[in-house]
């Protein structure tokens, strides 16, 4: 059940209508039923395994939660590490074993027999609610979650629908704190979850997807186009990747303020960042936050040595690299962005002041090193990755792809990223609500059609 389909929508709409009717006991019971029918709608099979691993989790916490030492949390992280390594990495891990032989083969080392294959389905979300339970299980540890917690507290933080399937990742003491009040929405309020639902949909919609039918063609056969059709397709993927992620979070986080439940924000404006670091802070926020809190300070941060700092940055982002997916196209997207983020820590120090010129210039070198990077995240192999880079840089001809409405696109990009960098753009929206109603009402309407002729799939599905 997409959140850009018409089914999403219809279930929505009576969920919402039951929802503000009821007392606020029967709302929580309502929120996790109609979570565990949300993922079940995705398939029936690995709702039992994961409302299985949800109940694992739970039963562990409460055997623990008086007691937890180090070689208890340790085993509770294991378990759920053990459980995201046998669907995702299983068959990575056999291919980076068999590509192993096989060099130590082509020297002579060791004989090599044909590579096996083991076909596993992925379970939707489960990189997601992996780290959110782990990071549970941490915190529990340093003694933030004080309060005894029940089954269907745990249970609805872990399936709560809107930010399910790909976040934001949420910590339990920002969530348990507006699950556990009274539930209201004001009229304010009210006016930013619509906002958000529209702008999600519209960065989605229109935006991401028109992109992606444009592209995919560029990405799946690379060879075959010319150098600036390649161009077209590394720009267009970036800001594809922005418009469908953000627009998903967007819509997550309109959607459960609608609940009455406010949930962090994933997104500002990434792609106005002039430092590396900067982007780490703009994109995928929560995600940043998990990585640093649970992986990066753990190692020892930037409070040990400068070359145990540098090795500290290389691993987390590797580590947040592979997180994305098993491949080697992942692995080498996490390992650029190590290498940029030491490379500025190395040679840039922080100033409280930069010149308006510094900026641009800093940010544009940003967004295209970004965009380099994407070209592997993209790729469904390193081999088309460097095919990409290699026709750029030699100037390739071939076919030609063109996106007829790329100006239109591209202004709503800009228009849409500024409203998510200002947020007085929210008070805007508020106080001119009559004369932006035509604009909304022309947007809905294209989302609408857009919609009922065809829904994509949001890419962090995948993860």
Same mark, same amino acid.
């Given at each position: 059940m997409l959140f850009n389909s018409f089914v999403f929508f219809v279930f929505f709409f009576f969920l919402h209508l039951v929802y503000w009717n009821i007392d606020s006991k029967k709302k929580k019971y309502l929120l996790i039923f109609s979570s565990i029918f949300f993922y079940g709608f995705w398939s029936i099979s690995f709702l039992f395994h994961f409302l299985f691993i949800v109940?694992?989790? $739970?039963?562990? $916490?409460?055997?623990? $939660?008086?007691?937890? =030492?180090? =070689?208890?949390?340790?085993?509770? #992280?294991? #378990?759920?590490?053990?459980?995201?390594? #046998?669907f995702k990495y299983w068959n990575f891990l056999? @291919? &980076?074993?068999? +590509?192993?032989?096989?060099?130590?083969?082509?020297?002579? *080392? &060791?004989?090599l027999e044909n590579k096996p294959t083991t076909e596993i389905i992925l379970p939707l979300a489960i990189s997601f609610y992996t780290f959110q339970i782990i990071g549970f299980h941490i915190d529990n540890y340093r003694k933030e979650i004080? +309060?005894?917690?029940?089954?269907?507290? !745990?249970? =609805? !933080? *872990?399936?709560?629908?809107? %930010?399910? &399937?790909?976040?934001?990742?949420?910590?339990? %003491?920002?969530f348990i704190s507006r699950f556990r009040k009274k539930k209201y929405i004001s009229e304010k309020s009210n006016y930013v979850a619509l906002f958000f639902i529209l702008s999600g949909l519209v960065k989605k919609v229109i935006i991401a997807d028109s992109i992606a039918s444009a592209i995919d063609p560029i990405f799946a056969n690379p060879a075959d186009y010319n150098w600036k059709s390649l161009v077209l397709g590394v720009y267009g993927f970036s800001i594809q990747i922005y418009c469908d992620f953000a627009g998903y979070s967007d819509i997550a986080r309109g959607l459960s303020l609608s609940l009455g439940i406010k949930i962090p924000a994933n997104f500002k404006s990434p792609y106005f960042s002039f430092s590396f670091s900067e982007f780490w802070t703009r994109w995928h926020i929560t995600l940043s936050r998990w990585l640093k809190d649970y992986l990066y300070i753990p190692l020892g941060g930037n409070k040990i040595s400068k070359y145990r700092t540098l090795w500290n940055l290389f691993f987390t982002m590797v580590i947040g690299g592979v997180w994305h997916g098993a491949n080697y196209t992942f692995l080498i997207w996490g390992f650029l962005h190590s290498l940029y983020l030491i490379f500025e820590r190395i040679f840039f120090r922080k100033r409280n002041f930069y010149p308006l010129w510094e900026k641009i210039i800093r940010g544009v070198v940003v967004f295209h090193l970004v965009a380099l990077a994407w070209i592997f995240f993209r790729s469904d192999s390193? @081999?088309?990755?460097f095919t990409i880079t290699k026709g750029i840089l030699s100037k390739s001809h071939g076919l030609n792809s063109n996106m007829p409405n790329a100006p239109l696109l591209i202004l709503l990009f800009f228009l849409l990223h500024y409203f998510e960098y200002s947020p007085k753009s929210f008070g805007f929206v508020r106080r001119n609500f009559r004369v932006s109603l035509p604009v909304f009402g022309f947007l809905v309407a294209v989302v609408i059609v857009t919609i009922t002729s065809n829904s994509m799939s949001f890419i962090y599905f995948q993860f």
């Open positions: 109940c694992v989790n $739970y039963f562990f $916490y409460r055997f623990t $939660y008086l007691k937890l =030492t180090k =070689t208890k949390l340790f085993f509770g #992280i294991l #378990i759920n590490l053990f459980n995201l390594v #046998i056999h @291919s &980076v074993l068999f +590509d192993i032989l096989g060099l130590l083969n082509f020297i002579g *080392i &060791v004989g004080s +309060d005894k917690i029940s089954l269907l507290e !745990f249970s =609805t !933080f *872990i399936l709560f629908f809107p %930010q399910l &399937v790909a976040g934001p990742i949420m910590r339990f %003491q920002e390193v @081999s088309k990755a």
